[in-house]
């Protein structure tokens, strides 16, 4: 059973930096695709970024260039590098397995403008 567990978020002030990071356990994690997810009060949940096994990124446009999503293979480990944080970053991140279906708890972040 795939397990996903996120850290790292909390309080930062707009234009500040956090780091999220999601470890997993219980999946070849080498081999699959993981996005982080997130959402915001009264919407939907969005993708925000995703990297395949090759370690290709992706972005939603309302990150690039501010956000970085990255993954170490050997520690089964997907870091978000949140920087230049906006109030409208403001939400409950996820990480997300597509290939097993798995949801990590979420960790809250808040951007105080």
């Known amino acids: 059973q795939v397990q996903l567990v996120e850290s790292g978020g909390g309080l930062v002030q707009a234009g500040g930096s956090l780091r999220l990071s999601c470890v997993t356990s219980g999946s070849t994690f080498s081999i699959n695709a993981i996005g982080w997810y997130r959402q915001a009060p009264g919407k939907q949940r969005e993708l925000v970024a995703s990297i395949g096994r090759g370690g290709i990124p992706n972005y939603a446009d309302s990150v690039k260039g501010r956000f970085t999503i990255s993954r170490d293979n050997a520690k089964n480990v997907v870091y978000l590098q949140m920087n230049s944080l906006k109030a409208e970053d403001t939400a409950v991140y996820y990480c997300?397995?597509?290939?097993?279906?798995?949801w990590g708890q979420g960790t809250q972040v808040t951007v105080a403008s």
């Open positions: 997300h397995d597509p290939r097993s279906g798995a």
